[in-house]
């Protein structure tokens, strides 16, 4: 059991090591590429039937002990964090093998080490061990961004590249200030010494909290720090845009398990207890409003992912049981359809020829009747209507907050999913109905093409019929968050 | 010595920061390296200033501490990298958009 832990890591190291050595032989790289990732699968499931009995999984590297040595922690929260990336990921690379992976050279070399980058960030129990993670999936990010050219992605790159750079050196600085503070960069063991710190350090520990708020709200997107996501999520290629939506996800991950773990909400992570439920909201707001205003499709994809990035942030904001839990059933929901959405938008846009997914009056499509289904399916799960798996994540959402932030928190998500409602039937009516002119030359999209998005928004009834099982495992990992003394035992307890 | 190593982060983020606010890419790029120099002497110095000791706890006080130093070399690393990653994007840049301002509108736009 034991050296499973690091094969989602080895497994995308290794394929796209080989990826690299293979750049002249495309097929088989593709080939090698879907491999690899389908292997995530079986095992990333292994992990979580292992982790869902409430164990908790350490590997210490290297054979070091605990506080000394950098460990990889499966709880149940990883074990969730990557069976979802493995299913994204594997789907992503299925509508990318139908010819998007040969717009540049190197895809699939950094689609894998993107998926190390996101494995490892979710593994990892150190906190600089963190730090590499998130460059290794964030250099591969900026390749993947950038891939299929063209000027509005060289533009919303830069932006996104200069901003990160500068969102890391504060991740070091604050990764400096605990270290200086405490002593050590071990998640479990900065747990102990954080409690324990002395009063005098305790304006150094405040200010690496909120600084570590800043990185990771950067990354998931998180308001006033959102607005590289819009540019960035709607000029990438689908597929890269597409696997970017577990990206915020990452940096919703991080803030969870930092101030459960490391800052409690109720002792040294007291400020971000304050502020993460006011900022979600306003990125919820933000991000609605954006949904309004968005004239293409892509666009609008994007600006819900701002708005399903608040939406969790609200549920993790409430620190609660109910709150984490109602977070975490949403987040596989959120992640998969706004994935399927951008493959849509991309198969919708193939037929619309110049006008791609702009909303102008453009030319019928070749295949309405499916584009349509699958886009109703779509908006009806990301709008949250019932009876699809969006409407019960807020309906948990909205069950879990007390009674005397209730009116502000009800008022901003309802209001949030109207307005998604309201702007994804003006987006439908548009394509579907308001067409001129002949159907554009370009031809059917083949069932390939279709089958990754369509399984994608699939996953939206799947998690409908699931519900009981998946809303027991998400009750249960809230639980075992809110609990950090398990984790700490687990990791520090833990002999080589 | 702690004035002397506080006034240098101070200066060094100071001109970083300016820099990173320009409109032109390679100011921006400028800026970002100082940047990530006076992060990786910021890591630096968590270990606190000591000179002449060991870097090993145990009998002699005071000891150095080794660790800062490991993740300083990571940090130059990456560093170097991502810096050099700017660069080749700020060039590119330059050529798809014809122009060299962070937001792609030149003088006349």
Known sequence: MNH????????????????????????????????????????????????????????????????????????????LMLLLTAVLALLVLLHAVNGDD????????????????????????????????????????????????????????????????????????????????????????????????????????????????????????????????????????????????????VGVYAILRSYTLIFPADGAGSDVGHWLLPLALLTLAAGAVGVLGSHRLRVLIAYLVVVSVGTLLAGIGLFNVGGISAALYYLPHTTLVSAGLFLLADLIARQRGIHGDDFVIGPPLAQPTRLGVLFFLGAVAAAGLPPLSGFIGKLLLLQAVAPAQAAWLWTIVLTGSLVGLIALSRAGSRIFWKTAGDRAVAGHAPLTLFMPAALLLAMSVAMTLLAAPAIRYTEATAAQLLAPQQYINAVLGAQP | MEAVAALTLAVLVTCGVYLVLRARTYPVVLGLSLLSYAVNLFLFFTGRLVTGAPPLAGAATPTADPLPQALVLTAIVIGFGMTAFVVILALRARGELGNDHVDGKGDGQ
């Open chain 1, 4 to 79: 499973w832990l690091i094969a989602p890591l080895v497994l995308p190291l290794v394929a796209g090591m080989l990826s690299l050595l293979l750049v002249a032989r495309p097929g088989l790289q593709r080939a090698l590429s879907v491999g690899a990732t389908a292997g995530l699968l079986p095992v990333t499931l292994l992990l979580l039937c292992f982790a869902g009995s409430g164990e908790f999984g350490v590997y210490p590297l290297g054979n070091w002990p605990a506080p000394f040595g950098i460990v990889l922690v499966l709880d149940r929260l990883t074990a």
């Open chain 1, 102 to 249: 040969r717009r540049g050279r190197d895809f699939h070399v950094l689609f894998q080490l993107q998926l190390l980058g996101i494995n490892g960030a979710f593994l990892t129990g150190d906190l600089f061990n963190l730090f590499v993670f998130f460059e290794i999936l964030l250099i591969a990010s900026y390749g993947l961004a950038l891939h299929g050219g063209g000027a509005e992605r060289t533009r919303a790159s830069l932006h996104y590249v200069v901003l990160n750079l500068i969102g890391s050196a504060l991740f070091l600085i604050a990764v400096g200030t605990l270290y200086a503070a405490a002593g050590t960069l071990n998640m479990a063991d900065l747990a102990v010494k954080v409690a324990a710190a002395p009063p005098e350090s305790a304006a150094l520990l405040r200010a690496a909290a909120l600084l570590l708020l800043a990185v990771f709200g950067l990354k998931a997107a998180l308001l006033p720090l959102h607005l590289w996501l819009p540019a960035l999520y709607g000029h990438a290629t689908a597929p890269v845009a597409a696997l970017f939506a577990i990206m915020t996800k």
